[in-house]
């Protein structure tokens, strides 16, 4: 597979956006080096019509207008990340579940662990939202890029973010 790259500025720091001609295959971290995942065969392409997509939805998200992507996404895993990371797909914006929400959603409920170890393997974070994802005390948990960007996440998503009814404090 052959994928593509471009780089862009976000209110969180430097995002690397990798695509393919299926869809957007990942969002990276500024410390990530795509070398040492799946994405191998990689060229940079700042014109390639998934990665603009992907640029742009991206500021909208930031700016606030946009609450839901639909860039093409090109994820590959395990049936059982796929499973977990559909699931994250239907957290709704401003809304958080736990491991064990989405445990129980996908019909895993022992899973608890796996599934926290699915979303962190999550390839396209903010778009596949895996920062909605808290532990079941409600406190924030692990994320790849970081805690205090997952709290700025979740208040950019909204200033009260709720967890299945009740109102989560952001403080980190």
Known sequence: MNYVCKSIQSPIGLLKLIGSDRGLAGVLWEH??????????????????????AQRELAEYFSGTRRRFTVGLDFTGTEFQNKVWNAL??????????????????????AVRAVGAAN??????????????????GTLTGFAGGLAIKAQLLALESGSVTHRGAQLALGV
């Open 32 to 53: 990530d080096d795509p070398l040492e995942g799946r994405y191998r065969d990689l060229s940079a392409d700042p014109g390639h019509p998934v990665l603009i997509q």
């Open 89 to 110: 797909r239907t957290i709704p914006f401003g809304e958080t579940r736990s491991y064990g929400d989405i445990a129980d959603q996908i019909g895993s409920r022992k």
């Open 120 to 137: 962190g393997r999550n390839p396209i974070p903010i778009i596949v939202p895996c920062h909605r994802v808290i532990g079941a005390d």
